[in-house]
């Protein structure tokens, strides 16, 4: 044997292999890039926060704005309840897992677009762009559930044993979004409209969504034949789920639990196979 020949021998091989009847991504593959997935998402970081006067507190400064807004519009005004708990706690438990499913799905429906210039040119895991937007958004959400903690202190809301399910609701939240914010980034590379239609599509789903209110107020306020929308909707399962953990109410129905985990997968599933077929056209068309 060759000096040559034991050195080609010695090489790591990489084995080529066709893809299954799913074309599921190779998730090996993923796992060894994950450095790829830390340093686009630290990279999302340092740009959104450099320059800033202010920095992080706008992270703060958003949901509290938008929570005072709903207890005053809804609370006030509209006199809806909020289960015992104070109006401010209530939609700031709502903005919080709204913001965290939002964040994700509109900033990673842009990410390859945004990143045109690496994926027609380097060759990497192109799913690892739009998922790393989980990372930033996480890092927002965790910030805001910290100013959180302390409301239930100066509130006296003891929400007990269920605050231990948040990482459950957490989980879902992120897994759902990743797999509907994968489907929009590869869809946007061919169809820019997405870039316009998504944040008017989101804008619809926080009002139709029980964010700034109740589910209970819906099905009093509003005629059955319209209601069940409401209730058949992922995102009041994810609400209804979070503000259990959070703020002690009545604990959802296990049906929504179990709803929750199913459509959850079913969407991130969805959302890899539909990026796993455009992503071939990715460098032809971006």
Known sequence: ?????ATREALPRTVITPPGRLNLP??????????????????DIVLRYRQTVIGVAWVVLQPLASAGIFAVVFGQVAGLESGGVPYFAFSLAGMLAWNLFNGIVSRAAPSL?????LVSKVFFPRMLVPLSSVLAVLLDF???????????????????????????????????????GMAGAAITVKYRDVAYALPWVLQLALYATPVAYSLESVQQNVPSSLSWLFVVNPLTWLMEG??????????????????????????????????QKLERGFADVI
Not at 1 to 5: A, K, L, W
Not at 166 to 171: A, E, F, Q, S, V
Not at 261 to 267: E, Q
């Open 142 to 180: 965790l910030v805001g559930f910290a100013l959180f903690v302390v409301l239930l202190f100066v509130y006296g809301i003891n929400p007990g044993w269920a605050i231990l399910a948040t990482p459950l609701w957490i989980l879902a939240a992120i897994v759902l979004a990743s797999g509907l």
């Open 1 to 5: 044997m060759t000096t040559e020949t």
């Open 113 to 117: 677009v945004a990143n045109q210039a």
């Open 26 to 43: 190779r998730w090996r593959e993923l796992w060894e890039a994950r450095e790829v997935l830390y340093r686009f998402g630290v990279r």
């Open 242 to 275: 979070f503000r259990w953990s959070l703020l002690g109410l009545a604990a959802p129905p296990w049906w929504q639990v179990v709803g929750l985990a199913v459509v959850s997968a079913g969407v991130f599933l969805a959302g890899t196979l539909v990026f």
